[in-house]
């Protein structure tokens, strides 16, 4: 079954830096990659998500990069702010198709420091 | 628009007590219906999934069941707890089937379950 692999487990910026997190999975029929932020005792929250049939996407700060070959894809924070301090957690589906179900990564604590 | 409820927020229960959680969903038909279970620091564990009513599936052996006796009511339960069941309880709906692709998944604001 998929398996996803996220590093760092914890993550410490200065604020105004940049921040990466990286996930592979191993299952390479896998085509839907979300990225969720969960702040303490809160809910996860979808903050952006990429299909296979794309290799980049960017939503003001956040960015998200594919690459299929490696079967690996990445968050990208960018301008950090004492906010995006949470846990970020990566996800894939068990293959392809829409069968909902999504394994996720053990998270990433980022801590922006002002 | 789409919500999502889920209760008890906070539940302290002694082990081998029954448990029940509830979720429902709002404003969409057909949802698939997720459990996920989150230990203290650790990653979202995926426990039951339904697509439809009736229909659930189990992800990993347990002491829990699920159980969807309406389009969009998911109920979490156990006949008698254990320690090891505390744990940050998830409830999260998606749009039911729509092709080759996943739908983002939408969680409720948890329930924290204390087995002492």
């Known amino acids: 079954g998929e398996n996803v692999e996220q590093h760092p487990s914890t993550l410490s910026v200065q604020e105004g830096d940049s921040a990466v997190i990286k996930c592979t999975y191993s299952d390479s029929a896998s085509n839907y990659f979300p990225w969720y932020k969960q702040e303490l005792g809160k809910r996860p929250q979808l903050i952006i998500d990429?299909?296979?049939?794309?290799g980049e996407k960017k939503d003001q700060r956040i960015a998200v990069t594919l690459n299929k070959t490696a079967k690996h894809f990445s968050l990208h924070i960018t301008e950090t702010q004492p906010e995006d301090s949470a846990v970020y957690f990566c996800?894939?589906?068990?293959?392809?198709?829409?069968?909902?179900?999504?394994?996720f990564g053990q998270g990433t604590t980022l801590q922006v420091k002002p | 628009s789409q919500t999502i409820h889920q209760w008890p927020a906070t539940l302290v229960q002694p082990v081998g007590s029954p448990l029940s959680l509830e979720c429902t969903v709002e404003g969409t038909s057909n949802p698939n219906l997720y459990w996920y279970r989150q230990a203290a620091g650790r990653g979202l564990q995926l426990l039951f999934y339904?697509?439809?009513?009736?229909?659930i599936s189990s992800e990993v052996p347990q002491n829990l069941s699920a159980s969807r006796p309406q389009d969009r009511q998911f109920i979490l339960s156990s006949k008698k707890l254990l320690l090891s069941d505390s744990g940050f309880y998830l409830c999260a709906w998606s749009v039911g089937l729509t092709g080759s692709y996943n739908s983002p998944l939408h969680f409720g604001n948890g329930t924290r379950l204390t087995v002492t």
């Open positions: 996800a894939a589906p068990p293959g392809s198709g829409n069968t909902g179900k999504l394994i």
């Open positions: 990429i299909r296979s049939n794309v």
């Open positions: 339904s697509v439809g009513i009736g229909q």
